[in-house]
């Protein structure tokens, strides 16, 4: 139902520069889009009458959405680095304390001259215990986590969702932290930028198989072909973000790898917001696929360059929210 909407030049601006900060270099390539395919983005309300979520593609033209759906990004973007961050906090914590449990043993070994079989029996069972602390997740302290998983859902059903503060420490949607004085603060803000603008590309598709006469009917389908299409929008804002990151780093002189780290996290910020939204909702629907069957052919696109600090944040991130909601899909690299 297309009504009431704020579809002014401004709004078309402001997707515009979202855009073009989440992907520059592909500036140009954008541009076509909007003069070939005449797209409008219409900013409704809050509260819609289709409900408090508006995220959709019609009419071979629209992409609707509320300001909702940007804080919400927002708000679960953080969330993600926060579960991760507690993750890394403790499992740093165990390192530590395995180092020196390590080093005092085996200093003990030496002062007493004990054999080299003795000293990597008691070596091996010191880093037994160690893996098991390690997957152990029962002392990761998750409070900053959870609270802002509440204040996700609050935003998602809260009639005036602006009116809640959010959680001490998390910046206002849209103000970007200091880079100098708040590196992690300013990279989480820059990515849940790009995990939106993957979820307007995600759109974007649907109305290029719209006026490309390769959309399903939704009148009239079958749930293979409304599943196809949404993996080929998957796909598109996926391959759209990283497919030309060489030539942003040769214009910008950054480092690919961290490039392609954060945009690639990015999108995996993306994934985890979809889970959010989806809340014990993620089976496979006449219209959408399992959300682990989406979640598993995003990763797959993104598997190259291997990136082990990249896993690691990942799984830390699905890993805390597995915590909680026991269900929920999870990645493992």
Partial sequence: MFEENNEYETVQDSVRKMFSASIPERQSELNEFWSKFNMSFQNHSDNHNDGKFIFDAGMYKFIRFNHRVLRIFWIGTFAAMAGYVAINTDQNEKVTNFTFKRDTVLGLFENKELSSDLTNSKSNVLVSEFLEELADLSSVEFANFENLILAFENTSRDEMPDEKPLPAGIPTPGVMPDRQTDPVKRATAEMAIIAAAWAFLHEVRHIIHQQQGTSYNPYEFTQDEAHKEEFSCDEFATKFILEHMDNYCNESGYDYVLVSRKRRLSIYCALFNMTLLSKNSWG??????????????????????????????????????????????????
Avoid: C
Wanted: without cysteine; negative net charge; aromatic residues 8%.
């Fill in 284 to 333: 496979s629907t006449e219209s959408h696929p399992r959300l682990q069957d989406r979640i598993n052919k995003v990763k797959e696109l993104m598997k190259e360059p291997k990136d082990e600090i990249l896993d690691y944040i990942v799984e830390a991130m699905f890993d805390s929210l597995a915590k909680i909601w026991p269900s929920v899909p999870i990645i493992k690299f």
